[in-house]
Structures are given as structure tokens and as C-alpha cells.
Nanobody, 126 residues
Framework: QLQLVESGGGLVQPGGSLRLSCAAS????????IGWFRQAPGKEREGVSC????????NAADSVKGRFTISRNYAKNTVYLQMNSLKPEDTAVYYC???????????????????WGQGTQVTVSS
């Protein structure tokens, strides 16, 4: 299994930006899909965005399309989630997740991932 560590969360005003990072270790190859999920208090964990192991395919929830961008740096074994135009409803704990496979697609479902990080808090408030 991969070990995943998220960073970059914090408090930001509405309309602001944050960049989350997910650093992966414990696997010598880059053949893994990465997904970002979030969970707000009292709500189910929901998919935000994912990127395939090939890097050629990304997917995003409708609620973040046009505002969030996922990318990966293979040399650093790190996946980023750039979040712009943040809204109060984006407040949640953000988790990255991974599954080892060689793929040109990814699916934003929890069942598609089997390694999880501890999460990083994002709070959007004035």
C-alpha cells in the first residue's frame, strides 16, 4: 500500500485560493491513480477530483469544475489540488486516496481507492 500525506490546508476567505499537496511514498513506480475527497461535518465523504496514473485523464465533481484543478509531479511523487474561487461550502477535511494500477482513466468513487491519507482541514470563512 501507498503512504499518503496531505498538506496545504488552512483558513481562507471566500474567493481565495489554496493549493493542497498529496505526497506519496512506499511504492517505486508511478502507476497509481490519485483521488481527492472531502468530508464536511455531518455529511458523507464525497469525491472532488481524480487523476489517472498516466496523467492523461482527470475527472472532477460538478461542484468544483472550473474552480479546482488537479495535477501531478512524477519526479516528486506528489499530486496537487489547486483550489480557486473558494466558497464557504468548500469547507471540509480533504483527503487524498490512491490505488495502484496502470490506467488512462479514474472514477470518483471511494471504492476505487484503497490507500488513504489522514486529511487536511480547509476552512473558507470571512
Amino acid at each position: 500500500q501507498l503512504q499518503l500525506v496531505e498538506s496545504g490546508g488552512g483558513l481562507v476567505q471566500p474567493g481565495g485560493s489554496l493549493r493542497l499537496s498529496c505526497a506519496a511514498s512506499g511504492f517505486t513506480s508511478s502507476y497509481y491513480n490519485i483521488g481527492w475527497f472531502r468530508q464536511a461535518p455531518g455529511k458523507e465523504r464525497e469525491g472532488v477530483s481524480c487523476i489517472s496514473s498516466s496523467g492523461r485523464f482527470t475527472n472532477a465533481a460538478d461542484s468544483v469544475k472550473g474552480r479546482f484543478t488537479i495535477s501531478r509531479n512524477y519526479a516528486k511523487n506528489t499530486v496537487y489540488l489547486q483550489m480557486n474561487s473558494l466558497k464557504p461550502e468548500d469547507t471540509a477535511v480533504y483527503y487524498c486516496a490512491a490505488r495502484i494500477l496502470l490506467a488512462n482513466s479514474c472514477v470518483l468513487r471511494r471504492e476505487e481507492f484503497d490507500s488513504w491519507g489522514q486529511g487536511t482541514q480547509v476552512t473558507v470563512s470571512s
